[in-house]
Each structure stands twice: as C-alpha cells, then as structure tokens.
C-alpha cells in the first residue's frame, strides 16, 4: 500500500498524516504500518468500492470524514497511537458501520 507507506515516512518526518483508505483496505493498511514501525498509524476509513459513488455520495463521505482528518492532523502522534490501534483492532465492524453511514443505508 503505497499511501500508507508514504504515510508512514512522512510521519517518521514529524509531519502529521492522515492516510485515507477504502474500508476494505482497513486491515491491510494497519499490517503494513505496523510492519515499517508504525503501530497505531491514523487510517480514516472510506466506503469501498469508492468508484461508483456519484459526487452527491462523496460529498457526504467527504463531509462525514472531515473532522476526523482534521483530528488526525492536529492532535499528538502519541494520543493518536492508542486511540487508532483500538480502533483498527476492529476494522472489520467499523468496515460495516462506515460503509453504511457513509452511503446513508
């Protein structure tokens, strides 16, 4: 996952990253940042497939992930490490309930 290995490497820079990923990618992107070094790296879920939203659909996911993006961004690597493994500890039920929210099903 390439966005994630960016992530990563600008994290380790000190700058502040929020790599956003479709839900189904959610694990796979914990894994890789776990594996470079990175546990708890601050992924914001997206619906997945992401390619056949209208714009109406991804204003409103855009809408529903703006305060998290901009958490991520402004709030301590260190609180957001505990915060993002808990979370990501549970991809799979927060695939379900974001593809959900997100598509207003």
């Known amino acids: 996952m390439r966005s994630v290995r960016t992530g990563v490497e600008m994290e380790q820079m000190g700058v502040p990253t929020a790599v956003i990923c479709t839900s189904a990618f959610l694990k796979m992107g914990r894994d890789t940042a776990r594996s470079l070094g990175l546990d708890g790296m601050?992924?914001?879920?997206?619906?997945?497939?992401?390619?056949?939203?209208?714009?109406?659909?991804v204003e409103k996911v855009a809408e529903q992930i703006v305060d998290e993006v901009v958490h991520v961004l402004t709030t301590p690597a260190g609180e957001l490490k505990?915060?993002?493994?808990?979370?990501?500890?549970?991809?799979?039920?927060?695939?379900?309930?974001?593809?959900?929210?997100?598509?207003?099903?």
């Open 42 to 57: 601050p992924l914001v879920a997206v619906p997945h497939p992401f390619d056949p939203l209208t714009p109406e659909q």
């Open 82 to 105: 505990e915060e993002y493994i808990g979370r990501l500890a549970h991809a799979s039920d927060q695939e379900i309930a974001v593809c959900r929210l997100s598509l207003g099903r």
